[in-house]
């Protein structure tokens, strides 16, 4: 059960976009629809962004997508804002009911 | 409203167990599967296993097998965590999250945080 891959940091400038990879294996996240994003600000609770490879939940801005090709799933921020500026983590289901997460991405907000 | 509260924080010494609760409230506990997740300082989240709260059903990640239990006390809507033969590198914030959807990924609802510090 490895970490699932992500650039450490990414960065950009209001309003542009930005994408978040998330690199796993044909067990994990190329198996399955179950890849979740959370942002995470400092000293904070993971907040959910991203579930099931794409759907997002009911308050969180149209302005964050999920996708995913083969074992890399992606999360797309638009109109990019400071207050977006935060760690972003993804997870996968990876089969034998157990979850994986990825290392964690920081986003500046330049 | 949904609420997940966790016991507060904890300072172990190396070799020793630490138990960390999580109380739901506002929904129907068994109904729901629980994650524990853990984040070391400056690191990032790292899931170390859940518990099906209507049958008590566990599973760990590989890493913590042998040294973590989770269980369940459905009269007063509580799961546990228990980590066992702590080291220095155990010291991380611990949480609970409701599971989600019918998958149960680790969803909306977390609980605040419980901070385990192992030191000598």
């Known amino acids: 059960q490895s970490a699932l891959t992500q650039p450490a940091s990414v960065s950009g400038s209001p309003g542009q976009s930005i994408t978040i990879s998330c690199t796993g294996t044909s067990s994990d996240v190329g198996s399955y629809d179950l890849v979740s994003w959370y942002q995470q600000h400092p000293g904070k609770v993971p907040k959910l962004m991203i579930y099931?490879?794409?759907k997002r939940p009911s308050g969180v801005s149209n302005r964050f997508s999920g996708s995913k090709s083969g074992n890399t799933a992606s999360l797309t921020i638009s109109g990019l804002q400071a207050e977006d500026e935060a760690d972003y983590y993804c997870c996968s289901y990876a089969g034998r009911s157990t979850w994986v997460f990825g290392g964690g991405t920081k986003l500046t907000v330049l | 409203q949904v609420q997940l509260v966790q016991s507060g924080a904890e300072v172990k010494k190396p070799g020793a167990s630490v138990k960390v609760t999580c109380k739901a409230s506002?929904?129907?506990?068994?109904?729901?599967?629980m994650h524990w997740v853990r984040q070391a300082p400056g690191q990032g989240l790292e899931w170390m296993g859940w518990i099906n709260p209507n049958s008590g059903g566990t599973n760990y990640a590989q890493k913590f097998q042998g040294r973590v239990t989770m269980t369940r006390d459905t009269s007063i809507s509580t799961a546990y965590m228990e980590l066992s033969r702590l080291r220095s590198d155990d010291t991380a914030v611990y949480s609970c999250a409701r599971g989600e959807g019918s998958s149960w990924y680790p969803g909306h609802y977390w609980g605040q945080g419980t901070l385990v510090t192992v030191s000598s």
């Open positions: 506002g929904y129907t506990f068994t109904g729901y599967y």
């Open positions: 099931e490879d794409n």
